[in-house]
Each structure stands twice: as C-alpha cells, then as structure tokens.
C-alpha cells in the first residue's frame, strides 16, 4: 500500500499535464485539448481568485494528502494526523465534482463538442485510489490500536 501511495506523486503531476477534455465550437474544426495545468494557465490570465481555488483543490489538497499519508504510513506522522488527511481529501474530491459539472454544462448547451480525454479517468484513479489508500490506511491504524 505504501508503494501506491507513493506512486500518487508521479501519477498526479502526469494528471494535472494529460488531456481532461478535448472541446471545440464546431464538428468540421479540430478540437483543443484541455488539461488541469492548461486550465490553471487560462484562470491565472482571466480570474485569479478562482485560479488559487483551483489550484488548491486539484494540485496542493490531493498531493498534502498523499505525502501526509506517506508520512503517517513511514511513522513519521502520528495517527491523529488522519482526521485532518481525511478533509484535505475531501477538498481533493471537488475538483472531480467541478469538471463534471463543467462537462455536464457544455454537452448541453450543444453549441460545440465536448469529448472526455483519458487523463480525466487518470486523474480521477488518482483520486479515488487516494481515498481507498486513507480508508485503508485508517483501517490499519485501527486494527494495531493506540500504542502506549
């Protein structure tokens, strides 16, 4: 378990590069693939509040997350720490819950074409594998009881 949760940090940067989404106006032109950092460079230029949100939740939460966890997984961390783990996670969750809505909104206007890329599914794997890593490793804490 270690080793996946250690894995998280190359495959989350590979995420944030890879192509969520591939959108254009209309079927005859090309479509512009978009992906997390691509995403990040347009808000920075365009909204900058929401940029930092953003940023927040799909860069710095799943990756606190994920070193926390190692952390605690090393000993280098207590176990109380996972409490505080498990709400970073939670902030890690609402950018998947944001680029579904986003898609959602653009496959129903019908103006232009919205496809999903494969790092959407890389990246929600990151995420999701997050999760079942914290519950796990909270399983596992449990089991060995508090130490004296």
Request: aromatic share 10%; hydrophobic share 60%; with cysteine.
């Amino acid at each position: 378990m270690r080793a996946l949760n250690l894995s998280l940090i190359i495959l989350y940067p590979i995420a944030w590069a890879a192509p969520l989404l591939r959108a254009g106006m209309l079927p005859l032109f090309g479509l512009t693939e978009i992906s997390v950092l691509s995403g990040l460079q347009s808000l920075w230029a365009s909204d900058i509040f929401l940029a930092l949100v953003v940023t927040l939740f799909a860069l710095v939460a799943p990756m606190l997350k994920t070193v926390g966890i190692a952390l605690v997984q090393f000993d280098l961390l207590g176990p109380r720490a996972m409490s505080a783990l498990a709400i970073i996670g939670k902030l890690a969750m609402a950018d998947i819950f944001l680029i579904a809505v986003y898609v959602t909104i653009a496959k129903g206007i019908g103006i232009g074409r919205v496809e999903v890329a494969w790092g959407l599914y890389l990246f929600t794997a990151c995420i999701l594998a997050s999760l079942w890593i914290s519950w796990k490793t909270q399983q596992n804490l449990q089991n060995i009881g508090p130490t004296p």
